[in-house]
């Protein structure tokens, strides 16, 4: 039986789906992007997870597209297939982390992208390499990539194909913290369960707000977030009267 190319494991709350390719450094295939395609749809409507991990399996997050895919002129189910695939699990409902270790390039850095943010082990090494190929990102590297490090650093990563250490990604703002590789997968969880100990309402209804508002004047800004104000969620009058309770113990 074949292995998946794209695992899900569920735990209290928490999805992790591996790019399960190790013996190719992950690299991406149509066959892997159905799979996490499929994995993503899955996700959307479901209420018992509040956050998601994207992580690789084995010795790397992913070293990219494979190349051999796109030699042999790899068949998409339609144009724009797999930006499509990686929009849909940017507007997930929930927080997506991307677990990073060992290499993360192009294509897979694309797909790191498309998560809420990127948290990296120190041996975790990024760079685009379109342009070392002759190739023109589709995925949305030239959307993303400046959006989290802006025009002229993305035009330097994009520019000379250099790879970058974690200490520079972070220096950067491509990741949001930097974790020794002992204690990478510990970190990530705990990251998690600090998100999933706060409401998938607020979550939710952030997550549009912020995609919403992105790159808009401030003024127009700050309009939108009062008319489209979401109100408070289900578990609010729950999460107050848990606190107060604790309180008052606490005063005993």
Known sequence: ????????????????????????LNSLT??????????VLDLQSDDTIGCVILRGAGKCFS????????AEGEKVPSPGWHSET?????????????AVHGHCYTGA???ALA??????????????????????????????LPRRVGVATAKRLMFTADMIRADEAFRIGLVEQIVPDADFEAACEDLARRILANSPFSHAANKR???????????????WEILNCEGVGPDMQDRIAAFTGKSKKAKT
Do not use: C, Y
């Open 209 to 223: 707000l912020l995609e919403a508002t992105d790159a808009r004047d401030m003024d127009s800004g700050l309009q």
């Open 115 to 144: 998560a809420d943010f990127i948290l990296a082990a120190e041996s975790a090494r990024f760079g685009d390499t379109h342009a070392k190929w002759a190739l023109t990102p589709i995925w949305g590297m030239s959307q993303r």
């Open 86 to 98: 990686l929009r849909l699990m940017e507007r997930l409902p929930k927080p997506v982390i991307a």
């Open 63 to 70: 070293a990219g597209h494979d190349l051999g895919d796109i």
């Open 1 to 24: 039986m074949t292995a998946p190319l794209v695992t899900r494991q569920d735990k209290d709350g928490l999805a992790t789906l591996t790019l399960n390719r190790p013996d190719k």
């Open 30 to 39: 149509v066959a892997m992007f159905r799979e996490l395609r499929r994995h």
């Open 109 to 111: 850095l694309e797909v």
